[in-house]
Structures are given as C-alpha cells and as structure tokens.
C-alpha cells in the first residue's frame, strides 16, 4: 500500500483506524519482532552464559532479516513519502531520521559480517561486550525513533497551522482601500 497523501490520515469516524493507527501498529509488530531477539540474546550474552557460536549465528541472521524489512517498511511507508511531501520540517526530520536508520543498518551489517570469521569462544569476553553494546543501540534508536515517528513526523497538523513556505495572504490597509 503506497500512500501518495499524508493530509488524509487523520481519526475516521465511528472508531475506524486511521491511517496513521496503522502505521504506528505496523511499526510496533516490526520493533515487537526486532525486541524478542534482542530479549532471547541478552539472555545469550548474560555475564554468566556459555558461548553458543550456533545459536549466535542464527540470532544474528534472523535479526538482520527482520531489520531489513523494518528498515524497508520505515522507507516506503513513512520517511520517504515525507522526503518528497510539501511540509518542509517533515521532510527535514524524515530525511535525518532515514540517515540515522541507514547508519545504525549498516553498523549492525558490519558487526554480522565480522563474525563470520571470528573464533566467538576465544574471543568472547570482547565479543559479548561489543554485542551487548551494539543491541542497547539498537534498543534505543527503535525507542527514539518510535516516538519522534508518533510524536513528530505522524503528528496530525494543528487546524490553522502555517507550513513554512506556505505563506499567508495578507492585504495591507492602504491596497484594499484603493480596490474599494
């Protein structure tokens, strides 16, 4: 579903869900999935846990495929549309927010492609920090970017609100007496 409009999500009658109730709903069920592995790998990384090269792998692919398709969701669903809307502070704040995603992406792609070669039992003390570390990165740019996306770039416009470039029009004293 491609959304052209962002002027039209606003609360429907009777109950309905909105467009933007979606949108929140669709980023909660992709954090939601993204979180559960983060959860089942703290418990992987806890202090007193024994390195499980196997099970690591496989989190770590599975997160990788599920951020992937978050990322590509936050893209065509919600910053891109506002990149190329008319509300300028939006656009701003949508085209920071893709670069802080595209960043933390590929900080996460990097760490995935150094463990393909790297003995995790001999260096584990180093690796479960440095992992632990990027997962509560990872858990606070969702946390961040969950509400600038419900309170900021979502945010329904005030009735009256005056985008920037938008203007008013504005009739001086002396240019409406002369047309009167």
């Not at 509560?136 to 969950?146: A, D, G, K, L, Q």
Request: aromatic share 6%.
């Amino acid at each position: 579903m491609m959304v052209t409009s962002w002027s039209s999500y606003r609360r429907s009658p009777m109950g309905m869900t909105s467009h933007r109730d979606t949108l929140l709903a669709r980023l909660d069920e992709h954090q939601a999935k993204a979180l559960e592995i983060i959860r089942r790998g703290d418990v992987s990384l806890a202090p007193d846990a024994v390195p499980d090269p196997p099970l690591l792998s496989q989190s770590r692919w599975e997160l990788i495929r599920i951020m992937t398709t978050y990322q590509a969701f936050k893209h065509c669903q919600l910053f891109d549309p506002f990149i190329r809307g008319t509300d300028r502070d939006k656009a701003e704040l949508a085209t920071k927010m893709k670069a802080e995603c595209i960043a933390i992406g590929d900080d996460f792609k990097e760490h995935v492609a150094r463990c393909a070669s790297l003995d995790i039992v001999a260096h584990w003390g180093s690796y479960r920090s440095a992992v632990a570390q990027l997962l509560r990165r990872i858990e606070t740019h969702m946390s961040r970017e969950r509400w600038l996306i419900d309170t900021k770039l979502l945010a329904p416009e005030r009735p009256g609100a005056v985008r920037p470039g938008q203007g008013t029009s504005t009739v001086s004293f002396a240019s409406a007496s002369r047309s009167g």
